[in-house]
Each structure stands twice: as C-alpha cells, then as structure tokens.
C-alpha cells in the first residue's frame, strides 16, 4: 500500500470532505456474491432517517444561481456479492437529520450556532432503515450511521490491528488549538433535490472555494438541485458539482463567488498510530461547527458502504475512531494533534435491537465511527480538481470469502480471472486463495478490494496466494478502471 503523504492543497486545488445526514438512505442494500474484479468491501445498513423538514430560518443569499454540476468516475471494478464479511446489516452510515430531529443516514458533527450566525435546523430524513456496506460516508447531511451486524458472532472486519484500544482524555487545551485552527476551513453542506433534502459536512481545499466531501451527501442534489454552503463566519454561497467518486464515496464541489477562504492542511494518513488521539468536526444533525475528540482504536478495518450504479462496491481501509461521529458528519475532516487532515469521515457502527416488533437500528455514536483514509483517496481528488475521470486499480478477478467451511486459510478466493487482466498475465486461477497483497494480509473478499484501492493503477505488488495446499506468489503490476483494454 502506498505510503507517499499527499502534497499540501495548494490555493488552485480543491480539496474535500463532509459529513452529511439525508432526508432518505442514499443507499440501498446491494445484493451480495461473487466481487468481480476487486474484493466487496464490508456492508453497512443505513440509519433510520428523519422527515424531512424545511429549515427556519429563510434561505440565504445565493451568489449564483448556476444549477450543480454533474459528473463522476463510472468504476468498472465488479466485486463478489454476498461474499462480504459483512452483511448488508453489519454497518449503516450514519443518518443526517434536521438539528434535533430523528437522526437519519450519514450525519454532520455540529455544535450550537455562534452568536453571529443565523439559527438552522436541519433538514430531517425519512426514517428508513437500509442495510449498505461498510465504509460509505456519513450520510446526506451527516456522518453515514451504518450498524454494523457482522456475519456469526462478527461486528467487524479485520483491521491492522487485533486489539481495539480505549481511548483516554485528552488534554483539553491541545483539542482547544486544534478546533481553533480547524473550524474556519469546515463547512456546513445543505442539499435540496426534486424528492428530498438534507445536510453534511466539508472541507475547504482552496481560497476560491474548492471543497471537498462525501458523494453521498452532494448525490442528492442530482441535476436540477441546490448545493449550499454555510461557512463558519456566518456566510452562505452556492455550489456546483466539480467531480463525483461513487467507489471512493468522495466529491468536490466549488462555491461560487467567494474568496479569501481557509483551506484545511492536509495530512499523512499513513502516519497514523492506533492509540492516536484525533478530532472530528462537522454539522451532525444540523448543528453546525460541532468539535469531538477520541483516538484511533484500529486501522486498514475493511469499510463496504455499498454500490454504484454498475454495482462496483464502494469499500476502503476505514480509519476506526471512537471520537463521536453522528448523523451530518459525512464529509467533515478527521484531523490529528496538529489539525492536519487525515481523513473522510464517513460511517460509523451503530446498536441494534431485537423484539416481538422486529430489528430497531438505533442511529447514534457508540464509539465506532469511520473514516476515509486521506491517503487513499487523495490522487482521485485531484483528479476531480483537473476535470478528469477519476481512475482505480484493479487485478481483473472475481472473488468471495473462502466458501470451503474446512478450510484452515482465510482470504478471498479466486471466482473467475478475465481474459487479458493483469491478474491472468500472472498465473491467478480460479480457485486459488489470496492471502496477502505485499505485507496486508488478506482475510476476506471485502479486504482485498479495500487494499487494491489503496493503490495506484501502474502499481507493481506482490500476491501471496493458496494452490491446493500449496503456497505461491505472482508480482504484478495493477490495471486500470480506465483502460478499456482487457479487464
């Protein structure tokens, strides 16, 4: 996996990243079976969502009234169904909801309104309940709320780490710093579509008001919506759509007619330590500019949080935090100690519940929320800043969880290898068990197509991997979603 820190945004290039809560699940359960091409990353279930409400206060002055852009990579890399860890119901993105509403998918951390900003409340969701795959972002308006009901007695993927740490508190004057220097470069997103509405979070990558959050939050708007920015100096401005990710759950949008803003640094993921303290900042349920604190309690954890329209699996390397992320907080930064950003958040675990009435998702923080490593997504961001398709490596392979309940191996296992893939070139066979991409060990379907979206198209790895008992390994260099070449 690639370890190079991303350069510092510059002024010209936009950078993003919100927390959202819908007004309804942006995502639906999608069917589970063999990944194609890349492994399903884990699944998530959405949480309820609350009705959607028009806001108090009148609607700001809008600098323009050009209608969003529409646009986005249309990935190509199938993943194995049902093959997940995870079941649909394993995780749910974190609602987003009006203020004090019913929290919905994907939420925005917030916190009360300054003095000198007008009051809002949020746009409330319909309450619905959707099992989605891990890892999507926070939702429309928030952090995405996915429950997370692993497969058996499993509530998680494997992560880099076995042991979940517990955070202790943090000095409150070094989380004071960081929420100074963070909070004038957040952003509070407010999306209206033709059938629904809602609010998330993002993140200012230049002066000119390139932004970056979560696709799940601007998805929303569609073609004839609105995308409104609430900046943290009381402002307000529209947006247009600069670029769209589905499989990275990443969008950038630009406000119109500002200048002068305070972009986010931006910081090395790869860095990062499990026991870490971080900061989370966001609009959950509405409540702008809200600061929470934790630590990250595991790394690489496999996210699924669904699908894109072709049904290529949306899943990452999810940094863990126990730092409260909430319905709006999709899209908002996860920064560390020195107010750098080094991640997307996007979901979180949510309890669920069984009665005489059927299975309640409750839609808060329980201490696992997610987030998109910075890292990771960061070329495909820049890529959305230049006006170009966002690309994605791939092996060329179908794959799901070892299917043999006798075998002693874990990994993903080799369903089918398309003709002239990269993953053929080198020897892969159907049947054989992926054990490991370099030094990631690979335990299942969803974390082989986490790690190969870690990397590059162009990228050369080494695949560990289980023949009839015996072990082998192929180096290869990875294709593209964006050749039309083989695949």
């Known amino acids: 996996m690639s370890s190079t820190p991303p350069d510092p945004p510059q002024d010209d290039d936009a950078q993003r990243s919100y927390p959202r809560y ?17 492994t399903q990353p884990l699944q998530a279930s959405q949480p309820a969502q609350p009705a959607s409400s028009q806001p108090a206060s009148s609607q700001p002055a809008q600098p323009t009234d050009a209608p969003p852009a529409t646009g986005g990579a249309e990935p190509t890399v199938q993943l194995p169904t049902g093959a997940a ?3 649909a119901s394993t995780y749910q993105p974190a609602p987003h909801t009006t203020a004090y509403g019913e929290a919905a998918s994907p939420t925005a951390v917030a916190t009360a309104p300054a003095p000198s900003r007008r009051r809002r409340v949020p746009f409330a969701a319909a309450v619905v309940a959707t099992s989605l795959v891990v890892g999507a972002a926070a939702g429309f308006g928030g952090a995405a709320a996915w429950s997370v009901l692993g497969d058996d007695d499993d509530s ?76 943290n100096d009381g402002s307000h401005a529209q947006a247009t759509v600069v670029g769209t990710d589905p499989l990275t759950d990443t969008a950038v949008v630009k406000a119109e007619g500002v200048s002068g803003l305070t972009p986010a640094d ?6 990062l330590k499990v026991g870490e303290g971080v900061v989370a900042v966001g609009s959950p349920y509405g409540l702008d500019a809200t600061v929470t604190s934790g630590i990250v309690s595991a790394l690489e954890r496999p996210v699924d949080v669904g699908s894109d329209d072709q049904g290529n699996a949306t899943v990452y390397p ?21 107010g750098n950003v080094v991640g997307i958040n996007a979901s979180i675990q949510t309890a669920s519940s069984s009665s005489a009435y059927g299975t309640t ?7 696992l929320g997610f987030a998109i490593p910075i890292d990771e997504v960061w070329p495909v961001i820049q890529q959305m800043i230049k006006g170009e398709t966002p690309t994605h490596a791939k092996l060329g392979i179908s794959v799901s969880d070892v299917q043999d309940s006798t075998s002693s191996v874990d990994g993903a296992q080799v369903q089918s290898v398309n003709d002239g893939s990269t993953a053929g070139e080198a020897g892969l066979k159907a049947g054989d068990v992926i054990t490991k991409v370099d030094d990631t060990q690979i335990t299942s379907a969803d974390s082989l197509v986490a790690t190969i979206r870690s990397y590059r198209p162009g990228d050369q790895v080494t695949i560990t991997y289980e023949r009839d008992g015996t072990e082998g390994t192929a180096t290869l260099t990875l294709d593209s979603d964006g050749d039309d070449s083989g695949s």
Do not use: R, W
Not at 266 to 271: A, C, E, K, W
Not at 361 to 367: A, C, H, V
């Open 156 to 231: 998680a993927g494997s992560a880099s780490t076995s042991q979940v740490v517990q955070s202790d508190d943090t000095d409150s004057s070094t989380i004071e710093q960081v929420a100074s220097k963070v909070l004038p470069s957040v952003v509070m997103i407010e999306v209206t579509g033709s059938s629904e509405s809602g609010s998330g979070s993002g993140i200012i990558l230049s002066s000119d008001g390139e932004i970056l959050t979560n696709n799940h939050v601007v998805e929303v708007a569609g073609d004839n919506g609105t995308i409104t920015i609430d900046f």
């Open 22 to 38: 819908p007004n309804s699940n942006p995502y639906s359960s999608p069917e589970q079976g063999p990944v194609s091409d890349e």
């Open 85 to 87: 860890p995870y079941d």
């Open 318 to 338: 999810a940094i863990q935090t126990d730092a409260a992320i909430n319905p709006g907080n999709s899209g908002g930064p996860l920064v560390d100690l020195e």
């Open 361 to 367: 998702e409750e839609g808060g923080s329980i201490g």
């Open 266 to 271: 931006i910081g090395v993921s790869s860095d």
